[in-house]
């Protein structure tokens, strides 16, 4: 009995390594990274590229992507542009602009706002490997009553110490 129990112990031991053994799926099983801002966003199975996407984003970072990925995807798991509340008196640019390799240099791809990337095809874009994503956000202030009030106020202020030593001479 002991020697049946001491075989089946050593056989175990043996063939376990073997069965949990499971094929390699990919380069997310070899990679490993300390960085908080590299993400995976595929499928087991699937080849990758990997992206940057920087500026005015909730997660920048650097991303492994599916092949098939496109610039909408990007921006939407990096979560979008990083809105802030917008003033009363002011309007908001997003400039999206994409570099990609040519030879030793990279140049701008693409280069639209996020208006016009979404209502056109810049959303649908594959992207390559190494392409690098930048997201630019623009609080433009308008002209409001309260910079009017600021102005004359400010005139009336000097036109009056004017006025005042003008008096005293």
């Known amino acids: 009995m002991r020697r049946s129990l001491l075989l089946a112990l050593v056989a175990t031991v043996h063939l376990l390594p073997a069965v949990s053994a499971q094929p390699s799926f990919g380069a997310i099983e070899d990679r490993q990274t300390n960085v908080t801002a590299y993400y995976f966003h595929v499928l087991p199975g699937e080849a990758t590229i990997r992206v940057n996407i920087w500026g005015s984003v909730r997660a920048p970072g650097v991303y492994e992507v599916g092949e098939a990925t496109t610039l909408g995807e990007?921006?939407?798991?990096?979560?979008?542009?990083?809105?802030?509340?917008?003033?009363?008196?002011a309007r908001r640019e997003i400039d999206v602009q994409l570099y990609r390799r040519d030879g030793d240099a990279r140049v701008l791809a693409y280069a639209a706002s996020l208006e016009e990337?979404?209502?056109?095809?810049?959303?649908?874009?594959?992207?390559?490997?190494?392409?690098?994503?930048?997201?630019?956000?623009?609080?433009?202030?308008?002209?409001?009553?309260?910079?009017?009030?600021?102005?004359v106020s400010a005139t009336a202020?000097?036109?009056?110490?004017?006025?005042?030593?003008?008096?005293?001479f």
């Open 74 to 89: 990007l921006v939407s798991f990096s979560g979008g542009p990083q809105l802030q509340v917008l003033r009363d008196n």
């Open 157 to 168: 202020a000097v036109a009056l110490a004017v006025e005042r030593l003008a008096s005293t």
């Open 117 to 151: 990337m979404v209502e056109g095809d810049g959303a649908y874009m594959l992207l390559r490997d190494g392409d690098v994503v930048e997201i630019e956000l623009r609080e433009i202030r308008t002209f409001s009553w309260r910079d009017a009030f600021t102005i």
